[in-house]
């Protein structure tokens, strides 16, 4: 493992990675709905994630 500042350059580059791909979706009208209103509902709460977000960052 390299410093805290080269994890955190090498997160932000794997996050960059990540977004910067595309993918098309096909959906029939129905699954579309069902797409849309999972996307438009409110989110729910993951005790998991709630934990990992108040910790502190390794390069903090």
Do not use: C, H, Y
């Not at 080269?6 to 932000?12: A, L």
Request: glycine content about 4%; hydrophobic content about 40%; cysteine-free.
């Amino acid at each position: 493992m390299g410093s805290p500042k080269e994890q955190r350059n090498d997160v932000i580059r794997d996050a960059g990675s990540a977004f910067s791909t595309s993918e098309t979706l096909v959906l029939d009208e129905r699954t579309w709905e069902q797409f849309v209103a999972a996307l438009e509902s409110p989110p729910r709460d993951i005790p998991q994630l709630v934990e990992l977000f108040r910790a502190k960052a390794p390069w903090d």
